[in-house]
T-cell receptor, first 113, second 115 residues
Framework: KAGVTQTPRYLIKTRGQQVTLSCSPI?????VSWYQQTPGQGLQFLFE???????NKGNFPGRFSGRQFSNSRSEMNVSTLELGDSALYLC????????????FGSGTRLTVV | DQQVKQNSPSLSVQEGRISILNCDYT??????FLWYKKYPAEGPTFLIS?????DKNEDGRFTVFLNKSAKHLSLHIVPSQPGDSAVYFC??????????????FGKGITLSVRP
């Protein structure tokens, strides 16, 4: 079955702009989580959605927001971009079975200039 | 507050030898632990996991050990191969709902396996 698809793969934006990233989970998976990866900081949790509801939220400013649609696809939005927002943004989907097999997409590399 | 800690940023081992990657956690509500492997420009790939009711789980060359009293887990790779060179992340979660249910990651450790 198809994996987790993230679009676009690469993005260059200017400070002050906003950006929207997209994630299509594995078919049948209802949970989608978003992470930010920067050098030396590992994977920082942004938020998690389940059945169109935000289930968990990390410690990021309100400029970072997300949503999930009825088909489980998710988007995250970052407004008023800052240089420090440059990172690899990863999306993971998981099912409802006993094995928490989170599957990650390849990520979107965002560069803010 | 770093709830999952991978204190060694890097590890270098000889091909054929054992690689031991360590991870500590502070949140006693964590009851499920996972290891992921990541290559540059790719998403993390699930390797192996362990539930808190076990102290060992083995899958081929990969074995994860869990010491609940010490809040410590380790990933053993035997024998190590050059293709194992990557960044390894330890992750933990607790329960199916609430703040602890999200997957919390350590900062990762870069493993280099020398031919």
């Amino acid at each position: 079955k198809a994996g987790v698809t993230q679009t676009p793969r690469y993005l260059i934006k200017t400070r002050g702009q906003q950006v929207t990233l997209s994630c299509s989970p594995i078919s049948g998976h209802r949970s989608v989580s978003w992470y930010q990866q920067t050098p030396g900081q590992g994977l920082q949790f942004l938020f998690e959605y389940f059945s169109e509801t935000q289930r968990n939220k990390g410690n990021f400013p309100g400029r970072f927001s997300g949503r999930q649609f009825s088909n489980s696809r998710s988007e995250m939005n970052v407004s008023t971009l800052e240089l420090g927002d440059s990172a690899l943004y990863l999306c993971a989907s998981s099912g409802t079975g006993g094995n928490y097999g989170y599957t990650f997409g390849s990520g979107t590399r965002l560069t803010v200039v | 507050d770093q709830q999952v800690k991978q204190n060694s940023p890097s590890l270098s081992v000889q091909e054929g030898r054992i690689s031991i990657l360590n991870c500590d956690y502070t949140n006693s509500m964590f009851d499920y632990f996972l290891w992921y492997k990541k290559y540059p420009a790719e998403g993390p790939t699930f390797l192996i996991s362990i539930s808190s009711i076990k102290d060992k789980n083995e899958d081929g060359r990969f074995t994860v050990f869990l010491n609940k009293s010490a809040k410590h887990l380790s990933l053993h790779i035997v024998p190590s191969q050059p293709g194992d060179s990557a960044v390894y992340f330890c992750a933990a979660k607790g329960g199916r709902a609430g703040a602890n249910s999200k997957l919390t990651f350590g900062k990762g450790i870069t493993l280099s396996v020398r031919p």
